[in-house]
């Protein structure tokens, strides 16, 4: 069974910068698209960014350009790197991996922007 843990969240002030994680452990197979999704109070959880296992990266329109996905297959884990963080941005934070046949997802991680 995989597991997925979140980390990175937290609170920061409007402008400024986090960096969140999340690890794969278990019995994994081969991940091949690993994405950050995000749920603000009151709104459906939407996609943020995405990275295939070759590198290929996609992201949200309202996070392109402040955002960074990254992963580190040896490692099984994928990061993202939050910069100019509004508190538009204040959601639950959570990661997803999918191989060829199941998709797992974290237990989420806060954050919160102050203005």
């Known amino acids: 069974q995989v597991q997925l843990v979140e980390s990175g969240g937290g609170l920061v002030q409007s402008g400024g910068s986090l960096r969140l994680s999340c690890a794969a452990s278990g019995s994994i197979g081969r991940i091949i698209v690993m994405a950050w999704y995000r749920q603000a109070p009151g709104k459906e959880r939407e996609s943020v960014a995405s990275?295939?296992?070759?590198?290929?990266?996609n992201y949200a329109p309202s996070v392109k350009g402040r955002c960074t996905i990254s992963r580190d297959n040896a490692k099984n884990t994928v990061y993202l790197r939050m910069n100019s963080l509004k508190p538009e941005d204040t959601a639950v934070y959570y990661c997803?991996?999918?191989?060829?046949?199941?998709?797992?997802w974290g237990q989420g991680t806060q954050v919160t922007v102050s203005s």
């Open positions: 990275i295939t296992r070759s590198g290929f990266t």
């Open positions: 997803k991996f999918n191989d060829a046949t199941s998709e797992t």
